[in-house]
């Protein structure tokens, strides 16, 4: 089955009545979690982003509180895991603005993550990384923006 392109499902769309709408929308959303994650984040929390960064940072700290210690390869396994699940809720909104403080306070939390990730080159990396795409993320905002986030990014890249 060829997938139909965003303009030719826009055009169907747009000659369903509201019930049919409604009845797909349930539909999608029965198939795949990341469905039901992006309906809910468009009903209920998109009108209020500083809610949602507060609730996803909340849920992130408390998975980087659950990260075993013990071993670097379970601590990258974790880490890795939370870096997908920030994207994913990054791609929801869909606003630099979001993304990037999304990733500052990832990069935060890592950076004072007990042990050190200076020990570890794969760690490491990873934090320069998102560092690296936070700095990329900056230069396309509003000067004011710019200033504010490029104050953060320097507490984080002062050791």
């Known amino acids: 089955m060829k997938t139909a392109t965003v303009k030719t499902l826009k055009t169907e769309l747009q000659h369903l009545s509201q019930t049919e709408l409604i009845a797909l929308c349930l539909r999608l959303s029965k198939f795949k979690k990341e469905n039901k994650e992006l309906l809910t984040y468009l009903l209920f929390e998109a009108d209020n982003e500083h809610q949602y960064i507060a609730t996803v940072t909340q849920e992130l700290h408390e998975q980087f509180k659950n ?5 670097y390869f379970y601590i990258k396994k974790s880490v890795r895991k939370i870096l997908r699940q920030l994207k994913t809720y990054a791609r929801y909104s869909g606003k630099k603005e979001t993304e990037i403080e999304l990733l500052l306070f990832f990069c935060k939390e890592l950076k004072s993550f007990k042990p050190t990730i200076k020990h570890n080159l794969t760690l490491t990396n990873l934090y320069n990384r998102q560092i690296e795409t936070i700095k990329k993320l900056i230069t ?12 953060e990014l320097e507490a984080l890249t002062t050791i």
């Open 67 to 71: 990260i075993n210690p013990n071993s």
């Open 140 to 151: 396309g905002l509003h000067e004011d923006l710019q200033y504010d986030f490029n104050l």
